[in-house]
């Protein structure tokens, strides 16, 4: 295999390039290399991500596409002074390798290591973190306008704002909101389309790559501004006639009439791997004077340099641990199947005794399993890409006229989606199904990506189901549940991962009793009531108390609303000590049940109450298993909790063999 600091594509027989890498401490360096040089060290920085990636997974097709556009970027610009934002952030692994990071990169996304995405706290060189799409233009124009604040307040201000978006990230209305706010606000800003999908316009060679570098010019943009000054001195109608010559005749040479609409002053399509063409193009728009925000279009390639990513872009976009020069990823020992699968079969299974059953996801298709859902009904699956607010709405309209959708989103993703679940769908108790993947901690995508909140979130909705499955098969049985709701809104939230293997997944799931959960396992001193995937972990802390001489109940909530009252209320009477387990934030499934039982009185009558939820905190980056065991929400610290709840009356019972 080829040494990863020296990957330069050389003919035979002479000898390989001095590495240049190396002598890259920070950005600024950079500014010492020629055109050549900077070729040279974007081939190297992109087998250094490559051979970072393969030993610790993550995000890898979209940060091969801009490794000459980052090299690019920190050669011309002055970072971190001027300030750099990557929209998802999942695209920065090669910024974090030139930005003093290169010595951590592989500690990628481990527990204490490097996030997988842009993050504050981590570098100065990462001046607004992202790990949810389209957040940069709207934060970038609020760093430009602070920038334009502080020069009218007296200060020396004249920092460049630079936000690089892509990667399917321009499909959401948020950024097209700002771009909008941006285009009529005027402040300086440039915005970098990285179009790696061709999704917008090809690249059109020299001829396109010449013209953008005109129309970028300070004597293009100079005379501009001189005719504009002009042309207002016109009567109205012939200045409107002269701006919109303007932005035709452009428009005719080089696209962009959407983004001229929005007020910015459009540049491209280039070929965003090309140095040749980046470096000067990005050199003018930095001297460029003041004016109308700028949209420079450059087009990439995912996974650029590496074939096998390359070759599938989808299967590279995150990736697992790999091998380098096969490309083969590594996979986890066969087990049992991943919730993800089991929704999708089961939501499969529905849809072929109901064909008004749809699915709708935002850009996740297989993230969701509604990959396999699509090809098995095409005409009844939806990607409206990153657009969670439409997606959303969408569906209620769908709900209007007799569809059952499902909506397969990130409990994490969905967060934005919010106001449209209160007012489109909640407040018009209309039968959408949300299923709400990643529910829980995540493991390598920490805190972005962690499904913490669903349950408080959706829980203060009136008419709102709600439901956790335990396993994978009451996972089948939630899918058929939801299926069947036609009362309002219904949510069910799982886990990432495989599921327990306990016992066969049913190829149709049974309908579920609303608002009905079960019993595990009787005891008489302390009851266990779990809210979601934490079951197993309750039936082991079970085990572990009998053994103390502590008989335990466990109990499988199923529905945190409607709540199980009746079983909320015996559990609390027949037990001296009541824990509720959730893998969710405060303020959820257990301030459900203990508002309950406080209106009951169970808490007068002595009652100790311990509700188990996450944290009160982000939780970091590291392995499933250990993010549990330090939110305490392992069999361990639940063993720990009752002990605590009966105090000396649990001391005095001594652990049996």
Excluded at 388 to 396: L, N, P
Excluded at 452 to 464: R, V
Excluded at 480 to 499: N, V, Y
Excluded at 641 to 653: F, W, Y
Aim: charge should be neutral; charged fraction near 20%.
């Amino acid at each position: 295999m080829a040494n990863p600091s020296n990957p330069a594509r050389l003919p035979p027989n002479q000898p390989p390039a001095t590495p240049l890498l190396d002598r890259v401490r920070v950005p600024a360096d950079l500014k010492n290399f020629s055109a050549e040089q900077l070729r040279q060290i974007a081939d190297e920085l992109r087998a250094e991500t490559i051979h970072a990636v393969s030993q610790t997974g993550g995000h890898l097709g979209a940060s091969l596409g801009v490794v000459e556009l980052t090299v690019a970027i920190h050669a011309v610009f002055d970072t971190p002074k001027d300030r750099l934002l990557w929209d998802v952030g999942h695209q920065a692994y090669p910024h974090k390798i030139l930005t003093g990071r290169r010595d951590r990169i592989r500690t990628l996304r481990q527990g204490g290591g490097l996030s997988g995405f842009t993050r504050r706290s981590e570098s100065e060189y990462d001046p607004f973190g992202a790990a949810h799409s389209s957040t940069s233009i709207s934060a970038g124009l609020g760093m430009a306008v602070a920038r334009d604040l502080k020069r009218q307040g007296g200060f020396r201000d004249d920092r460049n704002v630079i936000a690089v978006i892509g990667d399917g990230a321009m499909s959401a209305g948020m950024a097209y909101e700002a771009m909008n706010n941006a285009g009529a606000m005027k402040s300086r800003l440039i915005v970098v389309l990285n179009d790696n999908d061709m999704s917008i316009a090809p690249p059109v060679g020299a001829m396109s790559a010449y013209l953008s570098r005109l129309i970028s010019s300070r004597p293009f943009l100079s005379l501009r501004e001189v005719m504009a000054k002009v042309a207002r001195r016109f009567p109205a109608p012939l200045e409107r006639a002269a701006r919109r010559a303007d932005e035709f005749a452009r428009g005719m040479l080089t696209g962009g009439t959407l983004f001229e609409e929005l007020g910015f002053y459009y540049v491209g399509p280039i070929d965003g791997h090309n140095m040749d063409h980046l470096l000067p193009l990005l050199r003018n728009l930095r001297d460029a004077e003041e004016g109308a925000p700028i949209l420079l279009h450059v087009v990439t390639r995912k996974g650029k340099g590496y074939a096998p990513a390359e070759a599938s872009a989808d299967k590279y976009h995150a990736v697992s641990k790999f091998n380098v020069v096969t490309g083969t990823q590594a996979k986890a020992p066969p087990g049992p199947p991943t919730y993800t699968k089991v929704f999708a079969q089961s939501l499969i299974a529905e849809a072929e005794q109901d064909d008004r059953i749809v699915a709708v996801t935002a850009a996740m298709p297989s993230g969701t399993g509604l990959d396999a859902f699509g090809k098995r009904f095409p005409k009844r699956t939806f990607d409206v890409g990153i657009a969670e607010q439409h997606a959303v709405t969408f569906a209620a309209g769908m709900a209007t006229e007799g569809m059952k959708p499902f909506v397969a989103i990130y409990s994490t993703f969905l967060q934005r989606a919010y106001d449209q679940v209160v007012h489109d769908v909640a407040l018009q108790k209309l039968p959408v199904r949300f299923a709400l993947d990643r529910a829980g901690l995540v493991g390598a995508d920490g805190a972005t990506h962690a499904g913490a909140y669903d349950i408080a979130y959706l829980g203060c909705l009136p008419d709102m189901v709600l439901m956790a499955s335990a396993d994978e098969v009451e996972l089948a049985h939630m899918v058929a549940t939801a299926a069947a709701h036609d009362a309002g809104p219904i949510a069910l939230r799982f886990p990432r991962g495989e599921g327990f293997g306990l016992e066969a997944v049913p190829a149709r799931g049974t309908v579920l009793p609303i608002g009905q959960g079960r019993v595990i396992r009787e005891g008489t001193k302390i009851a266990l009531l779990s809210y979601g995937a934490r079951l197993q972990e309750c039936l082991k802390a079970a085990e572990e108390l009998s053994a103390r001489g502590l008989s335990c109940t466990v109990a499988d909530a199923r529905f945190a609303k409607p709540l199980d009252t009746p079983l909320v209320e015996r559990l609390a009477r027949e037990h001296e000590v009541l824990i509720t387990i959730e893998e969710g934030s405060v303020c959820g499934f257990g301030a459900l049940v203990m508002q309950h039982l406080a209106w009951k009185g169970a808490f007068d009558a002595g009652l100790k109450f311990r509700p188990m939820t996450l944290p009160d905190a982000f939780i970091d980056h590291d392995s499933p298993k250990a993010q549990y065991e330090a939110a305490g929400l392992s069999a361990r610290s639940i063993v720990a909790a009752a002990v605590a709840a009966l105090g000396d009356a649990a001391s005095a019972q001594p652990a049996r063999a």
